[in-house]
């Protein structure tokens, strides 16, 4: 893209607002400001999702039927409509298939589940991607048009790849391939997808920043991608050696030691662009206070018009694992971030507990 055209498209969002996020309390001042704090677990009803062995779906790769979410619920995405809370939330059967359920709420605490997953490996060109492990870990945005874009991982058993689809109803889907498309970055562990966004009465809208969208993604590193329509997009490279940059990485001595990954979107606010990432906690050279591959939650801070560039970071997480649920499970010592909405003048926080719950905190 012409630089000359970049700077007059970001020109036009800062005269106009539309690169603001709007409806939302202004930024308080003073250290760490920046950051969403003061999450607070719903404790009298969390967890809100749990496995049932009560949900059959006729799966259309093995032609059995499959109680889908029978073993585990867990890392949920979120999204406002009509009023509503809905929740796009990873399921898995015995076989440790994933699905993608989806269950409604008015309130953004109690939740009704639907009968059959929304989302799932089909017999289509992305099942060799997708089968058997199936399809994980969602993170939802709006485009401006009111089309819902999915961010998911595909795994065939062997590599995580990110994938991405869209749809009008949270219910019909289209699927449009590998995030990095089919060359060099094919066969790439890329996995969790969070795209740069702002919040406009409720929605979260994915933002054109300098003329073009932009995603952070990965699961050890964090790399960046960025897109002229929110379907085709390009790894940033080093111009050099044709590798890609990392703009977050694990810290020795931290609870985010071991490695970093995406949380929810990305959130354009006055401060910068913020992004809630989970971290895993090294076996070593670690935060001596969590155990070792704890799973906990930190903020990070990027650059409002170079979303490349750090700015500020947390030296502690804001949320850890510290329920029952939360420390047993199918994998231990895990609180997993990935679902968040403005709903009722609120945050609502919504993550996955030991790899077998779903749970809430609330931001006031």
Same mark, same amino acid.
């Given at each position: 893209?012409?630089?000359?055209?970049?700077?007059?498209?970001?020109?036009?969002?800062?005269?106009?607002?539309?690169?603001?996020?709007?409806?939302?309390?202004?930024?308080? /001042?003073?250290?760490?400001?920046?950051?969403?704090?003061?999450?607070?677990?719903?404790?009298?009803?969390?967890?809100?999702? /749990?496995?049932?062995?009560?949900?059959?779906?006729?799966?259309?790769?093995?032609?059995?039927?499959?109680?889908?979410?029978?073993?585990?619920?867990?890392?949920?995405?979120?999204?406002?409509?009509? %009023?509503?809370?809905?929740?796009?939330?990873?399921?898995?059967? /015995?076989?440790?298939?994933?699905?993608?359920?989806?269950?409604?709420? @008015?309130?953004?605490?109690?939740?009704?589940? /639907? #009968?059959?997953?929304?989302?799932?490996?089909?017999?289509?060109?992305?099942?060799?991607?997708?089968?058997?492990?199936?399809?994980?870990?969602?993170?939802?945005?709006?485009?401006?048009?009111?089309? $819902?874009?999915?961010?998911?991982?595909?795994?065939? %058993?062997?590599?995580?790849?990110?994938?991405?689809?869209?749809?009008?109803?949270?219910?019909?889907?289209?699927?449009? %391939?590998?995030?990095?498309?089919?060359?060099?970055?094919?066969?790439?562990?890329?996995?969790?997808?969070?795209?740069?966004?702002?919040?406009?009465?409720?929605?979260?809208? #994915?933002?054109?920043?300098?003329?073009?969208? *932009?995603?952070?993604?990965?699961?050890?590193?964090?790399?960046?991608?960025?897109?002229?329509?929110?379907?085709? *997009?390009?790894?940033?490279?080093?111009?050099?050696?044709?590798?890609?940059?990392?703009?977050?990485?694990?810290?020795?001595?931290?609870?985010?030691?071991?490695?970093?990954?995406?949380?929810?979107?990305?959130?354009?606010? @006055?401060?910068?662009?913020?992004?809630?990432?989970?971290?895993?906690?090294?076996?070593?050279?670690?935060?001596?206070?969590?155990?070792?591959?704890?799973?906990?939650?930190?903020?990070?801070?990027? @650059?409002?018009?170079?979303?490349?560039?750090?700015? @500020?970071?947390?030296?502690?997480?804001?949320?850890?694992?510290?329920?029952? $649920?939360?420390?047993?499970?199918?994998?231990?010592?895990?609180?997993?971030?990935?679902?968040?909405?403005?709903?009722?003048?609120?945050?609502?926080?919504?993550?996955?507990?030991?790899?077998?719950?779903?749970?809430? #905190?609330?931001?006031?």
């Amino acid at each position: 893209m012409n630089m000359k055209f970049k700077y007059l498209v970001l020109a036009f969002f800062l005269l106009t607002g539309c690169h603001n996020p709007a409806k939302e309390p202004p930024v308080p /001042e003073g250290r760490d400001a920046w950051t969403l704090s003061g999450f607070v677990k719903v404790d009298s009803i969390n967890p809100i999702l /749990e496995p049932s062995a009560g949900q059959v779906f006729s799966c259309p790769v093995s032609g059995k039927a499959v109680k889908w979410e029978e073993r585990n619920v867990l890392n949920p995405s979120a999204v406002v409509r009509d %009023g509503k809370v809905f929740m796009i939330y990873r399921a898995q059967d /015995e076989a440790m298939t994933s699905r993608l359920g989806l269950a409604v709420s @008015d309130d953004g605490l109690h939740f009704t589940k /639907e #009968a059959e997953p929304i989302f799932y490996p089909a017999r289509d060109n992305m099942t060799a991607y997708e089968w058997p492990g199936g399809v994980e870990d969602p993170r939802i945005v709006e485009r401006e048009d009111g089309t $819902y874009i999915l961010t998911y991982t595909s795994y065939d %058993g062997k590599t995580a790849r990110l994938c991405l689809a869209s749809s009008k109803d949270l219910r019909t889907w289209e699927k449009h %391939g590998l995030v990095l498309g089919e060359g060099k970055y094919r066969d790439t562990w890329s996995k969790s997808g969070a795209i740069v966004s702002r919040l406009d009465n409720g929605r979260i809208i #994915a933002t054109r920043i300098n003329g073009l969208y *932009w995603m952070y993604f990965g699961d050890t590193d964090l790399f960046m991608a960025t897109s002229d329509d929110l379907i085709h *997009w390009e790894a940033v490279e080093n111009s050099e050696n044709g590798r890609m940059i990392s703009v977050l990485h694990p810290r020795p001595g931290y609870f985010d030691s071991r490695l970093v990954e995406p949380g929810p979107y990305a959130l354009v606010r @006055d401060n910068g662009i913020l992004l809630i990432y989970n971290a895993s906690n090294s076996s070593g050279n670690n935060d001596p206070g969590l155990p070792r591959f704890t799973y906990a939650a930190g903020q990070a801070l990027f @650059d409002r018009d170079r979303p490349y560039k750090l700015t @500020d970071r947390t030296n502690d997480y804001f949320i850890f694992p510290d329920k029952p $649920y939360e420390l047993t499970g199918e994998v231990n010592n895990v609180c997993f971030v990935e679902g968040m909405v403005y709903f009722r003048d609120r945050w609502f926080l919504y993550y996955g507990t030991a790899d077998s719950r779903i749970a809430v #905190a609330v931001r006031e």
